[in-house]
């Protein structure tokens, strides 16, 4: 036990006090116990200024976060990056017990890093990149539920912040969906590139579903107005693409249409509750990152001897959209 002990003080003379080291072992109750009885200071730093709170979330050991609370250790000291314990629980990717327990004793919210984020950011952005992969929006019920608990108020102004520190910080705009929640995109200038690409490239592209998004949003962009189910599919016939045929390139397009596009926020799917008429129009993804100046381009470029001026609802919406998002005026070439 002596060459324990002596072990354990070495490193702490090092780096570490007793108790961090402790909160690192396996079964550390017993342990971080005897150490508290023998005399350890139970919110002893270490040289970055962490206590063994700290320690215990980023060793992942909910016992010894426990232990060191039954004995009295405080949740709310901050390392010398001003980060308390909890605000570690979101960025250690712990499990939800670590969160609820130092909240259960009071721990303190509102901890911030050096870019000014705080533990409701941390814990939105973590969920924002779950998100991105699949572009499926973040639930408004859901943040509620789960992450803005008891913010009242104050949610939207919440929301407003974080949705500044992913422009700022990640480049990434958080978009609000219609009474589903938020999305978050790219800035429209990068997917302007991308959507230039797939108008400029006479080859089938590798993702042959931008085609097909790009083809629907393009109708219902020209029709000024909601385009009927009807009316979709039969400006896609005319390209000799059928709805229908479900072993074509571009797969099963009606469930694509349908489905994965409405589900990803690139259109809004309305049912008329009376005639059973279903329209489409731009969803909030789409008006966030697909340039309609592009889409003018794009159907100019198809007629080959008109300008984009030459539709002029179309073209001041289009100037309209990049003014809003500071971006200058789409000029006549």
């Known amino acids: 036990m002596l060459i324990l002990h002596l072990f354990i003080y070495f490193f702490c003379f090092i780096l570490e006090t007793p108790l961090t080291i402790a909160t690192g072992i396996k079964k550390p109750a017993k342990v971080l116990i005897a150490l508290v009885n023998g005399g350890a200071l139970l919110d002893y730093r270490t040289r970055d200024g962490s206590t063994a709170m700290h320690r215990s979330v980023e060793h992942k050991s909910l016992e010894a976060m426990r232990t060191l609370?039954?004995?009295?250790?405080?949740?709310?000291?901050?390392?010398?990056?001003?980060?308390?314990?909890?605000?570690?629980?979101?960025?250690?990717?712990?499990?939800?017990?670590?969160?609820?327990?130092?909240?259960?004793?009071?721990?303190?919210?509102?901890?911030?890093?050096?870019?000014?984020?705080?533990?409701?950011?941390?814990?939105?952005?973590?969920?924002?990149?779950?998100t991105q992969i699949s572009n499926e929006?973040?639930?408004?019920?859901?943040?509620?539920?789960?992450?803005?608990?008891?913010?009242?108020?104050?949610?939207?102004?919440?929301?407003?912040?974080?949705?500044?520190?992913?422009?700022?910080?990640?480049?990434?705009?958080?978009?609000?969906?219609?009474?589903?929640?938020?999305?978050?995109?790219?800035?429209?200038?990068?997917?302007?590139?991308?959507?230039?690409?797939?108008?400029?490239?006479?080859?089938?592209?590798?993702?042959?579903?931008?085609?097909?998004v790009l083809l629907v949003l393009t109708n219902i962009f020209m029709s000024t107005s909601p385009v009927n189910e009807a009316s979709l599919y039969m400006f896609l016939n005319a390209l000799d693409i059928s709805p229908e045929d479900e072993k074509g390139i571009f797969g099963k397009i009606k469930d694509f249409i349908n489905t994965t596009m409405v589900k990803q926020n690139y259109i809004v799917l309305h049912t008329d509750q009376f005639s059973k008429e279903v329209t489409y129009k731009w969803g909030a993804r789409a008006e966030a990152t697909i340039s309609k100046r592009k889409v003018l381009d794009f159907v100019a470029k198809i007629y080959g001897d008109k300008q984009p001026s030459s539709w002029v609802s179309q073209y001041e919406e289009a100037n309209q959209q990049f003014n809003n998002n500071g971006d200058e005026v789409m000029q006549v070439d």
């Open 137 to 212: 929006p973040i639930k408004k019920t859901e943040l509620k539920k789960n992450v803005l608990t008891n913010v009242g108020k104050h949610f939207d102004t919440i929301i407003k912040e974080t949705g500044k520190i992913l422009d700022t910080v990640y480049g990434f705009n958080l978009v609000a969906c219609e009474d589903t929640g938020y999305i978050t995109v790219q800035n429209l200038q990068e997917n302007e590139n991308e959507l230039q690409e797939v108008i400029n490239n006479d080859e089938v592209p590798t993702d042959i579903k931008k085609v097909l």
């Open 69 to 130: 609370l039954e004995l009295g250790a405080s949740p709310n000291y901050k390392d010398a990056k001003g980060l308390t314990p909890l605000y570690l629980t979101v960025t250690h990717n712990v499990e939800p017990q670590f969160t609820e327990t130092l909240l259960h004793d009071h721990a303190t919210i509102g901890a911030q890093d050096l870019q000014g984020w705080q533990e409701v950011h941390q814990v939105i952005a973590n969920k924002v990149s779950e």
